[in-house]
């Protein structure tokens, strides 16, 4: 008799992109006339098309696989060395980071690499474990499945986790505790509150990390969404961050490559983690071994679709892309605002996080949006416990579409508890 | 101090492929005048262009992803509706065996669904774990990284896993065992073996399974190779496998996907595991968790090139490339009992099984193989115990260096013990 994960039990209803497809579907069933009507800006899914330079890649890419010089079987377990390298110059050496191709592992994407990584650490109550509250799901997730929670409590956070709260008060970049953490996840820019940290907290955080000999986990999925060049896009930028990080990169929200599926981590050689028995062992080392054993690696063709966004006309258009957003994250704000609402993120991210007034919870707001505006936004108590109070909502739409939810908000006037119509 | 899963720490030596890559890397680097004629029959890699309706499907989405109107980003969690369509019909239905659309889950390999298909199984030794001896070395790996075994032994086994002796005594293909078991491996036609099952023999797997509740991982990566319509091309085909197995397919080994990426895995409805309290648990819903929470799914571009091997083109493509490496094992065949070798497999398959001489050890043969004849070989002490004294030789080439391998095979005359140059 096969006995199951029962950790998987643990979970608290269904993930939280499924439960917005849901109650969108269940609402364009009961008023069709209504349901051409909605704007999504609720999951943060890219809109506009890949950049040109992409897209002539992937074709040269296609054309090569269908000619027997040019076809490419198995390719090496972390990742081309084209792409690699391009990573490497691109995204480090040429801002003054020294990172080399062998510290670089190519996935099909940061959520994958957030699972994974838990991998290669133990499991149980071996590890304390701190997660930003609001967070993006998966990281929570993903640590119950592994086994390294107890059970949930009401609100969605569980027994095991270490909650760092990000609130208002603290511009939502959480401290370093007092305690010991041995894994923490940070994201920054990030998502959901579009908050952003400074130098000086991030160096905090390294130091903290070192002297707990604690790993942070860095999620830097909206990097290029920093227009600010004092703000800092890597961890990997402050002095001794390469003893205490792994940073998770995505290719989605600059590239457009949701639908592409591509991303990379930075393992530095460095880093140790600790057996039992207090044995330093090479974190890089258990990683490709995770990766060669695992998995074979990524497309042929989505490697080179990646390689294009390194290409000068590729960063110029990546740049055209994420300027877009961000404009569109702008009038965004301004939407809310007229709203009456508080208005947090949006400045160096592609979210803007928004405080639910008096009377109506996240979920309360989302019905509303949805049932008066026909606009699709992500409660915030999906994300955490404090998340609870705020809603999030997405720049990822086309500015035409943006510039129709601004209305349907100026139109509509204050939100507040009483329902707008009916 | 994080601590690391030092089930990693187990794992004997590196992985197969890698060590004769570096094997092969060392020979060149010494005889740099016979680099160039070194032909690679090693690693299962295919060596032929993608079949063109591939190419034409992949050109289409990559110019749709180009444009506004037909951007994609995420994809549903579980594969697009197209592609699972496909499947269940061209797999399935259009064979008799009923397989719906929610049965089937879209992933970028059998290597990785391998690998993540114990994330919803139980660790340690709550399950008891068969697993052939010699067998492709990622299901054991998987279960070492996993927890799931104690230290290896000499000879490259774990205590805990319990080996099902393919020999040839019983034609490669192991008898249910007395004992009681919670997951069986098996894989038809195999990898390495060559070997195939009959029907009667694979119903004798269904029942014993349905007898003790086992669960059957049924991997049928080679399933196209199967040229004799009497034999069983899926689990599903007998009676009430539907209640004891869990399908693997990929597209490596027929549409030539080995750098493209893309697989997938049945998991009927009806399939139950248990919690340690004995409650039945339908195990489609943990795997259907576990990816909609853990990836974001196959490239679009990819699903429409799969999608393209059902179309009537792709069908007819893959029959050619599948008929050609079939010509190309029949040729290594003939070459190796020029060899006065004993030959199995390659039949339905594109594996030769080849027994070594009296007096060399399987790396004893590769090394001979590599420096008399310049062919890459695998040792069988690669796939386990007693895949010693044997080696596998793969049929994934060009027919032209196939030609010469087995020209080579005849000059060289018979393999013994005693070098025939140097």
New interface residues.
Partial sequence: ??????H??K?AGA?LF?EIARRVEAFAALAPELAGRIIRCG?G??????P?S??AA??RA??E????E??????PPWGYDFLRDAIAEGDFRERGIAVDREEIIVS??S??DA??IL?????GD??RIGITDPVYP?YV??NV?AGNTGPARPGGSYEGLVPLACTEENGFVPEPPDERL??VYLCFPNNPTGGMIDRPRLEAWVEWALR????ILYDVAYADYVTDPELPRSILEIEDARRCAIEFHSFSKNG?F????CGYTVCPRELR????AGDA?P?LE?WK??W???????????QRAAEALYSEAGRRETRALVDGYLANARALREGCAAMGLRVHGGEHAPYVWVGCPDGLDSWGVFDRMLEDLQVVITPGAGFGRLGEGWFRISAFN?PANVAEVVRRMQDAGRLTAAPATG
Avoid at 65 to 68: A, C, D, F, L, V
Avoid at 70 to 75: D, I, K, N, Q, S
Avoid at 212 to 215: L, V
Wanted: charged content about 20%; overall charge neutral; proline content about 2%.
């Fill in positions: 008799m096969a006995r199951i994960n029962e998987y039990l979970l993930y499924p999951v899914d890219v809109t506009e098309p890949l040109a992409v897209v992937m074709h296609v054309e696989m269908g000619t027997r040019g076809f490419r079987g198995y390719g099909d994407g959520k994958t699972g994974a991998e290669i650490f133990a499991t071996a590890n998966v997730d993903t499945m041995d894994l707990h000999e604690a790993i457009g949701t639908g592409v599926r983690g600790r057996t039992a062992v974190v258990l071994r995770r060669s054993t695992r998995s074979n690696s990524v497309a042929y063709v989505v086309s």
